[in-house]
């Protein structure tokens, strides 16, 4: 039985997604599961520096150049069930990763046989970052309250959309069919990506049939880091609802993480383990987080009396 694969993106910088995957990955560890940490911000890999271990000496450019399997480079941690595979490049420039390359890399994610994978993307929304995030059984985005960090999320999310759409129409004789439609979307009336997923289902039964399938089978989650107040609570359930009305795709809510002074106070202390030294609200926050991550489940919706609009 192949892994559970989560990613965890969002474009900005510094909304924690390093944190967030560190932090799930080492509870999972801490309940009894098999997991593999892959630090996929190629060419600015930390999670090693995060997780307080030394730099492993075989990363993925040991994948890439040396043709080494993924399972071979994986090192273990100090925490037991974790392992580590950094994201480091050294001689290939992360733009300069082919398509096949990519997907060969999939394909060994797919095929590693934990409980869980938690992959950390880089910031961004290049193809690398792109394509990983849709690899994914559980793509989760993460926020910081602030409105630039959350159009980063709404950004990225219609990118990553955008790019499952033109892989799909590629893969049915259709290559650039997504982008011509789109720079031509005021004659159609196409004002999101949903507006341009519906126009193209009306190609034929059965590409509707298959677009369906393929976006229903999405599923996106939010999380929201740094929640300093009670109005920080609206937020999630709001940036889910916006994903669902102008995406078109399935999302959740899958939990908020407190700001927490001390939390950046560890960072750069030497203590080891990281998150087992922090506060215990940050720690159960991370735990209730993954516990919806598993069981497919979301934080009740509160009421919301308005909603962001987002095209």
């Given amino acids: 039985m192949s892994a559970e694969i989560w990613a965890i993106g969002g474009g900005k910088g510094?909304?924690?997604?390093?944190?967030?995957?560190s932090g799930l990955a080492m509870y999972l560890a801490g309940i009894g599961k098999k997991v593999t940490l892959i630090d996929a911000d190629?060419?600015?890999?930390?999670?090693?520096?995060?997780?307080?271990?030394?730099?492993?000496?075989?990363?993925?450019?040991?994948?890439?150049?040396?043709?080494?399997?993924?399972?071979?480079?994986?090192?273990?941690?100090?925490?037991?069930?974790?392992?580590?595979?950094?994201?480091?490049?050294?001689?290939?420039s992360p733009d300069t990763i082919k398509y096949g390359q990519r997907v060969k890399l999939y394909?060994?994610?797919?095929?590693?046989?934990d409980d869980y994978v938690v992959i950390d993307l880089g910031a961004g929304s290049g193809l690398n970052t792109l394509d990983t995030f849709l690899l994914a059984d559980k793509m989760i985005t993460i926020t910081v309250p602030e409105i630039t960090s959350i159009d980063n999320l709404y950004h990225f999310l219609k990118k990553a959309l955008f790019?499952?759409?033109?892989?799909?129409?590629?893969?049915?004789?259709?290559k650039d069919a997504a982008k011509n439609?789109?720079?031509?979307?005021?004659?159609?009336?196409?004002?999101?990506?949903?507006?341009?997923v519906d126009h193209f289902k009306t190609i034929s039964p059965e590409v509707c049939a298959m677009l369906?399938?393929?976006?229903?089978?999405?599923?996106?989650?939010?999380?929201?880091?740094?929640?300093?107040?009670?109005p920080h609570n609206h937020i999630g359930p709001s940036v889910k609802s916006v994903i669902m009305k102008y995406f078109g795709v399935p999302a959740h809510y899958a939990g908020s993480?407190?700001?927490?002074?001390?939390?950046?106070?560890?960072m750069d202390s030497g203590e080891p383990y990281f998150g087992l030294t922090s506060t215990a609200t940050i720690m159960?926050?991370?735990?209730?987080?993954?516990?919806?991550?598993m069981e497919n489940k979301q934080v009740k919706l509160l009421d919301i009396s308005t909603e962001a609009r987002y095209e």
Avoid: C
């Fill in 14 to 21: 510094g909304t924690g997604k390093s944190f967030l995957a």
């Fill in 257 to 266: 993480i407190s700001y927490d002074n001390s939390l950046w106070k560890y």
């Fill in 212 to 230: 369906d399938s393929e976006f229903s089978q999405l599923n996106i989650y939010v999380v929201v880091n740094q929640v300093r107040h009670t």
């Fill in 181 to 196: 439609t789109w720079r031509t979307r005021d004659e159609n009336d196409i004002r999101t990506i949903k507006h341009l």
């Fill in 42 to 92: 190629l060419g600015g890999a930390n999670l090693h520096s995060i997780i307080k271990m030394e730099k492993p000496a075989a990363t993925l450019s040991d994948f890439f150049e040396r043709k080494v399997s993924l399972e071979s480079i994986s090192q273990e941690t100090a925490i037991p069930n974790l392992r580590l595979v950094i994201g480091d490049i050294r001689t290939l």
């Fill in 107 to 113: 394909r060994h994610i797919r095929n590693m046989t």
């Fill in 163 to 174: 790019r499952k759409l033109n892989v799909f129409l590629a893969d049915h004789h259709l």
């Fill in 284 to 293: 159960e926050e991370v735990g209730n987080i993954a516990w919806n991550l």
